[in-house]
Each structure stands twice: as structure tokens, then as C-alpha cells.
């Protein structure tokens, strides 16, 4: 397991990185690339991504606790039953990515693109 905890990175590329599976706590990430990488089951708490990009991305069962996600790129990225819980979104594009099986607890998905997107068996509560 590698050691994912109260770290930045600025413009990192990702893709030979393992991350199925880590957990991630108290990290940033600045305009790093997560393209098409296996973070199936991967578990953030109080992280920040900012301009990520994490096209074609494997998110599947992941969960994610007070984590940012602002202006990243999910083109594509699949995110079969993953968890956001008090996630702020903002900006974020997830244009043709599966969200099937989502669960969005409370948080801020304000400005982001959901477009294509079916949100109709989905789990979305506010507060």
C-alpha cells in the first residue's frame, strides 16, 4: 500500500501509479493526470483535486468524504456505485461518464456537466 496522507502533488502524471484500493487523506492534487487508471475501490477523505484529469478513469465502489473535485475532467470515466459524500464538485465535467449505481450525499455540484448523463435510479440527498 502506498502512503497517500497530508501530501501535495502539482502535475503529476499518474498512470503507472497503483491507486486500486488506496486510501488518499489530506492530499492535493494540482492539474495531475489520473487518465485511465484503475482506482477501483479507492477511498478519499479531506482531498483536493484541482484540474485533475481523470478521463477514462476507473472509480468503480470508490468512496469519497469531504473530498474537492473543482474543474476536474471525468470524460468518460466509469463511477459504477461510487460514493460522494460532502464532496464539493464545482466545475467538474462528467460528460458521458457512467454514473450508474451513484450515491451523492449532501455537497456542492454546483457548475458542473453532467451531460448525458442518467441520473434517474439514482441515490442524490441534500440536507
Not at 24 to 46: H, P, Q
Not at 69 to 89: D, H, I, P, Q, T
Amino acid at each position: 500500500m502506498s502512503e497517500f496522507v497530508n501530501k501535495e502533488y502539482v502535475e503529476i502524471d499518474f498512470q503507472d501509479v497503483w491507486i486500486k484500493e488506496e486510501e488518499l487523506k489530506n492530499c492535493t492534487f494540482i492539474k495531475c493526470r489520473f487518465r485511465g487508471i484503475d482506482a477501483s475501490e479507492v477511498f478519499t477523505k479531506n482531498c483536493n483535486f484541482i484540474e485533475c484529469d481523470f478521463t477514462g478513469t476507473l472509480f468503480n465502489a470508490s468512496i469519497h468524504q469531504g473530498t474537492t473535485f473543482a474543474n476536474c475532467r471525468f470524460f468518460g470515466a466509469n463511477l459504477f456505485v461510487s460514493k460522494f459524500e460532502e464532496c464539493k464538485m464545482t466545475g467538474s465535467d462528467f460528460e458521458e461518464a457512467n454514473l450508474d449505481g451513484i450515491t451523492i450525499i449532501s455537497g456542492d455540484w454546483s457548475y458542473t456537466n453532467l451531460r448525458f448523463a442518467n441520473l434517474s435510479k439514482q441515490m442524490l440527498k441534500g440536507n
